[in-house]
């Protein structure tokens, strides 16, 4: 049965940070492409940042220079650092592990999601 558990989301001020973990089991982790999503109200869910399983890191403009994602394979954990925090940044955000299995097969799965809230 495959896991991924979030943790870390709160209520945070402006300019604040939060430290988001994702915590996988039931994957061989290290061979998963690691996203963080996130989802306002009223909103499509949208990409925040992934980390491929080669290391590769992307992220979507708007986090740029505020956010880090990492992973620790031996932890099977994904991490998102969020420093200065934006109200906009309020959201649910959600832990993504996607892999590609050829050209037309693949495999994607969701953790429960974690709240973040930022005050301004």
């Known amino acids: 049965q495959v896991q991924l558990v979030e943790s870390g989301g709160g209520l945070v001020q402006a300019g604040g940070s939060l430290r988001l973990s994702c915590a996988a089991s039931?994957?061989?982790?290290?061979?998963?492409?690691m996203g963080w999503y996130r989802q306002a109200p009223g909103n499509q869910r949208e990409l925040v940042a992934v980390?491929?399983?080669?290391?590769?890191?992307n992220y979507a403009d708007s986090v740029k220079g505020r956010f880090i994602i990492s992973r620790d394979n031996a932890k099977n954990t994904v991490y998102l650092q969020m420093n200065s925090l934006k109200s906009e940044d309020t959201a649910a955000y959600y832990c993504?592990?996607?892999?590609?299995?050829?050209?037309?097969?693949?495999?994607?799965?969701w953790g429960q999601g974690t709240q973040v809230t930022v005050s301004s």
């Open positions: 980390i491929s399983s080669g290391g590769s890191i």
């Open positions: 039931g994957i061989i982790f290290s061979i998963y492409d």
């Open positions: 993504n592990a996607h892999r590609q299995f050829g050209s037309s097969w693949s495999r994607d799965y």
